[in-house]
C-alpha cells in the first residue's frame, strides 16, 4: 500500500513538474478558454460591388484634380471637386473614389471620366447607392489623365 502511495505521489509531482515548462519566444502558454462571442451579422455592411481589381493612379497628376466634397445622397454617398487642364491639348481624368467607414472599409467605389478643354477647370462628381453608414468618408484613390 505504501509503494502505492509513493507511486501515485511521484505521478502527482511528475504532472506538476510537467505544466512548468518553457515554451518557445511568442508562443501563448494560456490555458484560458474563453472566447470573445462573435456577432451573429457585421455590424458593417458587407461590399455591395466588387472594387476594381486594379485603379489607375499617376500621382504626377493628382495636382490637377481636388476633391471639395464628400456627402451622403438618398440611398448611397457622393464626392465631388474640380479637375484643371494647364495643358494644351484635351484632357480625359479618369478618377476612382472609394466611399469607406470612418474605421476605412472600403462599402464601395464610383468612378467617373472627366474631359477637360486646354485652360480649363470644370467639376466633377460621382455617387454610388448602397447601404451606407452614418458617416462616410470618400477617399479618391485614383487619379489618371490621356
Request: charged share 10%; with cysteine.
Amino acid at each position: 500500500m505504501r509503494a502505492v502511495k509513493r507511486a501515485c505521489a511521484a505521478l502527482v509531482m511528475l504532472l506538476a513538474l510537467a505544466g512548468c515548462t518553457s515554451s518557445k519566444p511568442g508562443a501563448s502558454t494560456s490555458s484560458n478558454s474563453s472566447k470573445t462571442a462573435t456577432p451573429s451579422s457585421p455590424s458593417v455592411p458587407l461590399v455591395q460591388n466588387s472594387l476594381p481589381a486594379s485603379v489607375a493612379n499617376q500621382p504626377a497628376v493628382r495636382k490637377n484634380i481636388t476633391q471639395t466634397g464628400c456627402a451622403a445622397v438618398d440611398g448611397g454617398w457622393s464626392a465631388k471637386g474640380t479637375a484643371t487642364n494647364s495643358s494644351s491639348r484635351k484632357v480625359t481624368y479618369k478618377l476612382t473614389v472609394y466611399f469607406t467607414t470612418t474605421q476605412a472599409t472600403v462599402l464601395d467605389f464610383a468612378q467617373a471620366s472627366v474631359v477637360v478643354a486646354p485652360g480649363k477647370t470644370v467639376p466633377w462628381s460621382v455617387s454610388k447607392k448602397f447601404l451606407a453608414q452614418p458617416t462616410m468618408n470618400c477617399a479618391l484613390v485614383g487619379v489618371a489623365a490621356s
